[in-house]
Nanobody, 123 residues
Framework: QVQLVESGGGLVQAGDSLTVSCAAT????????LGWFRQAPGKVSEFVVG????????YYADSVKGRFTISRDNAKNTMYLHMNNLKSEDTAVYYC????????????????WGQGTQVTVSS
C-alpha cells in the first residue's frame, strides 16, 4: 500500500505559477504510476495528468497541456505538478493518486488517493 499527502495549494492570481507536491509513504513508490486529478465545486472529478513509474511517459488532459508539467523523484518518494499561466477555471481541489497496475493513463486503474489540496485562482 501507499499513502499520499498533497501540499502546496493556495490562492494565486490568474497568470501566476504554482507547484503542488505529493509525498508518499509506504512500500515501492517507484512501482506505481502516479497522477493528478482535480474537482471543482459542482463538477465531476477530472483527470489532469499521469506519469509512468519511471517518468518516461506522461499523459496530459488537453485543458492543461502546455501549461502544466508533472514530474516525480523516486528517491524522495515525491511527485510534483508545476502549473504555469493559471486560469480561473483551474480552481479546484487537486488530488494525487497512485496506479499499481497501469501506466498512469487510465483513470480506472488508480487505487490510492490523497486527501487533496485546494488551488484557487482569482481573476
Amino acid at each position: 500500500q501507499v499513502q499520499l499527502v498533497e501540499s502546496g495549494g493556495g490562492l494565486v492570481q490568474a497568470g501566476d505559477s504554482l507547484t503542488v507536491s505529493c509525498a508518499a509513504t509506504g512500500s515501492s513508490f517507484s512501482s506505481y504510476a502516479l497522477g493528478w486529478f482535480r474537482q471543482a465545486p459542482g463538477k465531476v472529478s477530472e483527470f489532469v495528468v499521469g506519469i509512468s513509474w519511471n517518468g518516461d511517459h506522461t499523459y496530459y488532459a488537453d485543458s492543461v497541456k502546455g501549461r502544466f508539467t508533472i514530474s516525480r523523484d523516486n528517491a524522495k518518494n515525491t511527485m510534483y505538478l508545476h502549473m504555469n499561466n493559471l486560469k480561473s477555471e483551474d480552481t479546484a481541489v487537486y488530488y494525487c493518486a497512485a496506479d499499481y497496475v497501469g501506466d498512469g493513463s487510465s483513470r480506472a486503474s488508480y487505487d490510492y488517493w490523497g486527501q487533496g489540496t485546494q488551488v484557487t485562482v482569482s481573476s
